[in-house]
């Protein structure tokens, strides 16, 4: 749009020089001065000639700056997809997974829970009595107490031993596990793999002994931090 202005006005100024010419072709010859000097008819010619001389480049200068212009006007950017930023987002999902994966292994317990025998007959050890049995063994504590011949009252000793009912319902005396596990306790005074176990409700004390590595004539120091299964 700019470059057909630029030719009109070439035009424009080329059609007004021409007139200008005729009409000064036209005019009629200057009268001689006194003295005999007339002015040259042709100094005007010559003037008007330089101005449309002129006028021709600098219309044609402006018609090529503008050109240039338009020429050397950068092209406009376009928008592009980055891939850099779709890679980025596939790593952040990666990460994400390995860390939920990498949670759910830390939030396993230390060992495999094994699955211990339950006896026909079991001898109470120090810090056990038979509601401790009846949850580690999944027993109806009434049935366990009505096979022994025990009521709720009774007062049972360490070196009892009691006989474990086969097919008897399971505990229904509320939650059989008393505390969350698997996880650590702390030993005090006075505590065995045994008493601990009745601590947690349904762990076994073999379990316990397993997964610590307790084996033969071993003793708990107070302090001592243990893994429960």
């Known amino acids: 749009m700019k470059k057909k202005r630029s030719i009109f006005l070439v035009v424009i100024i080329l059609f007004f020089a021409m007139g200008l010419v005729a009409c000064v072709k036209s005019a009629a ?14 100094a005007t010619q010559e ?12 219309a044609v200068a402006l018609a090529g700056e503008e050109t ?28 994400a997974e390995e860390e939920e994966k990498q949670e759910e292994q830390e939030s396993e317990p230390a060992t495999v829970k094994e ?8 001898t109470l050890q ?15 504590p009434g049935t366990l107490l009505n096979a022994n011949n025990l009521n709720r009252s009774s007062v049972v000793y360490p070196g009892t031993t009691l006989t474990i009912p086969k097919n008897a ?16 306790y ?6 065995t793999i045994y008493s601990i176990a009745c601590l947690f409700g349904d762990v076994f004390p073999e379990a316990i002994a397993d997964a610590n590595d307790l084996k033969g004539a071993y003793t708990l120091n107070v302090g001592q931090a243990i893994k429960i299964p």
């Open 169 to 184: 319902p399971g505990f229904n005396e509320g939650a059989r596990s008393l505390r969350q596990h698997p996880t650590t």
């Open 115 to 122: 699955e211990y025998p339950i006896p026909d007959s079991y």
């Open 47 to 58: 003037v008007m000639a330089n101005l449309v001389e002129h006028a021709t480049q600098t």
């Open 29 to 42: 010859t200057p009268m001689p001065e006194p003295g005999g000097q007339q002015a040259p008819a042709d």
């Open 68 to 95: 240039t212009a338009e020429a050397t006007e950068p092209p406009k950017p376009t928008a592009t997809p980055e891939p850099q930023e779709e890679a980025e987002g596939e790593e952040e999902e990666q990460d």
């Open 186 to 191: 702390t030993v005090r005074g006075g505590d």
């Open 126 to 140: 120090p810090g056990e009595f038979p509601y401790c049995i009846a949850r580690r063994f999944n027993i109806a």
